[in-house]
T-cell receptor, first 120, second 114 residues
Framework: DTAVSQTPKYLVTQMGNDKSIKCEQN?????MYWYKQDSKKFLKIMFS???????INETVPNRFSPKSPDKAHLNLHINSLELGDSAVYFC???????????????????FGPGTRLTVL | GNSVTQMEGPVTLSEEAFLTINCTYT??????LFWYVQYPGEGLQLLLK?????DKGSNKGFEATYRKETTSFHLEKGSVQVSDSAVYFC?????????????FGTGTRLTIIP
């Protein structure tokens, strides 16, 4: 019973192609994320969706377009792939907690196994 | 903005040695602090967390205490095992709605030799 799953695990493709990575979570969370891990293991957030609404977009090129058909899914589509897109992409999810006094916060994020994208 | 600075690796220790991986942070407000671990070829797993000052997170023999006065969250383990070999990431999450992203340190690769 996988909590956060991603497909495919490995993706090898040519420069200029368009590809998609899928992510699904069965934790009942309302917030999902995409992170990129470069060759030096540095992790950086790309996008965040809360209840299918985009709430974080970290200066990612327009070639990257996330799509959230429902709360349990957040897919990442990449157009015109470039060599520099080669990385491991991680999906994650968490639950927002809204406080009676106002405001909200999220807590632990649970990560998928990652998709290793290699652009040739 | 938020940032996390952690000890440069790689770190190599003998089995049963004492481990410390330093982590300091800068953040607005009162962030939650985390240690994640990435075993070879796998995704990130939450190792432990602390959500307020003086909280101690612990799991699998690892501990870290949220020190607001020194803005630190150092990871410690009294006796490491070969199976602890992995990359360890310190991270924080701010509590501003619309800015609740995890900010990671650069990761510390730990290798334990028998």
């Amino acid at each position: 019973d996988t909590a956060v799953s991603q497909t495919p695990k490995y993706l090898v493709t040519q420069m200029g192609n368009d590809k998609s990575i899928k992510c699904e979570q069965n934790l009942g969370h309302d917030t999902m994320y995409w992170y990129k891990q470069d060759s030096k293991k540095f992790l950086k957030i790309m996008f965040s969706y809360n209840n299918k609404e985009l709430i974080i977009n970290e200066t990612v090129p327009n070639r990257f377009s996330p799509k959230s058909p429902d709360k349990a899914h957040l897919n990442l589509h990449i157009n015109s792939l470039e060599l520099g897109d080669s990385a491991v992409y991680f999906c994650a999810s968490s639950q927002w907690h809204r406080f009676l006094a106002g405001g909200a916060s999220t807590d632990t994020q649970y990560f998928g196994p990652g998709t290793r994208l290699t652009v040739l | 903005g938020n940032s996390v600075t952690q000890m440069e690796g790689p770190v190599t220790l003998s089995e049963e040695a004492f481990l410390t991986i330093n982590c300091t942070y800068t953040a607005t407000g009162y962030p939650s602090l985390f240690w994640y671990v990435q075993y070879p070829g796998e995704g990130l797993q939450l190792l432990l967390k602390a959500t307020k000052a003086d909280d101690k997170g612990s799991n699998k023999g690892f501990e870290a205490t949220y020190r607001k006065e020194t803005t630190s969250f150092h990871l410690e383990k009294g006796s490491v095992q070969v199976s602890d070999s992995a990359v360890y990431f310190c991270a924080l999450i701010s509590r501003d709605f619309g800015n609740e992203k995890l900010t990671f340190g650069t990761g510390t690769r730990l290798t334990i030799i028998p």
